[in-house]
């Protein structure tokens, strides 16, 4: 397995970007190795946020995934709520975003970088869940994606979801949650 590396964006505070690669040729194997970088991006922002409104809301959305699929509303829908377009990825980046990358042939194997929040994290709160929004839709948008490969990142992302909700992510035991929901979902 591959690693990914992800990168989204806010060029303004109502326009978020994706830009995702893998380093599988495989396209299953790619969108899978995918799947894992949500888990883990996911989870970091989950332990990062802790229970502020944005973490609460992030982990009742993620939690309220059942393995029927996305109940209510979809992650596309819920940036449109929030007044927030999806554009696509372009050579400017933005003010404000987040890098990260997975590759399970290193010792560090997962990096997570938020960009343009500042000591004290201002914003973190709303651009954060929108983020992790993006990046699910990004991935549910994928249409060579097998109804099979959406309902394991699905089970992924309601296993994090619910460890959030019930308070047991916490940015030591991140990593750990995160792999253990992947498995679960056989993304990995």
Not at 126 to 149: H, I, K, T
Request: glycine share 12%.
């Amino acid at each position: 397995m591959g690693g990914a590396r992800v990168e989204v964006w806010f060029p303004r505070q109502e326009q978020v970007s994706v830009f995702l690669e893998t380093a599988r040729p495989n396209a299953e194997d790619g969108r899978s190795v995918a799947g894992v970088l949500f888990t883990l991006f996911a989870s970091r922002t989950l332990a990062n946020l802790g229970t502020s409104l944005g973490g609460e809301a992030l982990a009742t959305f993620l939690g309220g995934i059942s393995h029927n699929g996305i109940t209510g509303h979809t992650p596309r829908q819920l940036l449109r709520d929030n007044d927030v377009e999806v554009i696509p990825a372009g050579p400017g980046k933005g003010r404000k975003g987040f890098v990260s990358s997975f590759d399970p042939n290193k010792a560090k194997f997962f990096s997570y970088k938020p960009h343009g929040f500042g000591l004290l994290g201002r914003g973190a709160d709303f651009y954060g869940p929108m983020a992790v929004f993006a990046l699910l839709a990004y991935l549910f948008d994928d249409n060579g994606a097998s109804d099979v490969e959406k309902e394991k990142v699905e089970k992924a992302a309601h296993l994090v979801g619910r460890s959030a909700a019930d308070g047991l992510i916490n940015v030591v035991n991140q990593h750990e949650v995160a792999a253990s929901a992947a498995r679960a979902a056989g993304l990995q």
